[in-house]
T-cell receptor
Framework: DQQVKQNSPSLSVQEGRISILNCDYTNSMFDYFLWYKKYPAEGPTFLISISSIKDKNEDGRFTVFLNKSAKHLSLHIVPSQPGDSAVYFCAARGTGTYKYIFGTGTRLKVLA | GAVVSQHPSRVICKSGTSVKIECRSLDFQATTMFWYRQFPKQSLMLMAT?????????EQGVEKDKFLINHASLTLSTLTVTSAHPEDSSFYIC???????????FGSGTRLTVV
């Protein structure tokens, strides 16, 4: 059973517009969430994180929103740039563990 | 920042041979290393967790004798795919807890092709 889901396998956005990537989870015990970006044939790189005690975290063009009651988080990229084209994974973990569960990823394509 | 160096980045081997993948933490001590496998268009699937000086913990469905993991030092963990078959062809990635809020630091991955 997939505990972390990214229901959109792909997303295309025009350069300069907002990209919104969504992630849903089923385990209410998850308390820390990460977003990673991955280029083909490379390891993922960390983007941004959020703790369950917050509902928003912002870092430059990247903002992550967390809705605990809906068990939903989203990553907003504004403005989107062609270099943002990659696969984005969300990941979640429970308290006291580094064992993250990853979503299936969303491939973002930013069109110039 | 914390860096995990993974080698080789790409390897092609014949069926029946073994392949070793190395992951080194360059500027920190990795007491724990996670090994993932990624199939095309699928998520990162955790295979096993290695701990320095002790036996690795394998996820359900992962063959221990097939995927040998050794974590002999605080900076080196290895995954050996033994008697490789074409179905073992995949992208293998290691990662280590990097502390703070950064979750994992990932290696650059190894693309294994078994012919």
């Amino acid at each position: 059973d997939q505990q972390v889901k990214q229901n959109s396998p792909s997303l295309s956005v025009q350069e300069g517009r907002i990209s919104i990537l969504n992630c849903d989870y089923t385990n209410s015990m998850f308390d820390y969430f990460l977003w990673y970006k991955k280029y083909p044939a490379e390891g993922p790189t960390f983007l941004i994180s959020i703790s369950s005690i917050k509902d928003k975290n912002e870092d430059g063009r990247f903002t992550v929103f967390l809705n605990k009651s809906a068990k939903h988080l989203s990553l907003h990229i504004v403005p989107s740039q062609p270099g943002d084209s990659a696969v984005y994974f969300c990941a979640a973990r429970g308290t006291g563990t580094y064992k993250y569960i990853f979503g299936t990823g969303t491939r973002l394509k930013v069109l110039a | 920042g914390a860096v995990v160096s993974q080698h080789p980045s790409r390897v092609i081997c014949k069926s029946g041979t073994s392949v070793k993948i190395e992951c080194r933490s360059l500027d920190f001590q990795a007491t724990t290393m996670f090994w993932y496998r990624q199939f095309p268009k699928q998520s990162l699937m955790l295979m096993a967790t290695s701990n320095e000086g002790s036996k690795a913990t394998y996820e359900q469905g992962v063959e221990k004798d097939k995927f040998l993991i050794n974590h002999a030092s605080l900076t080196l963990s290895t995954l050996t795919v033994t008697s490789a078959h074409p179905e073992d062809s995949s992208f293998y990635i290691c990662s280590a807890p990097a502390g703070g809020n950064y979750g994992y630091t990932f290696g650059s991955g190894t693309r294994l092709t078994v012919v």
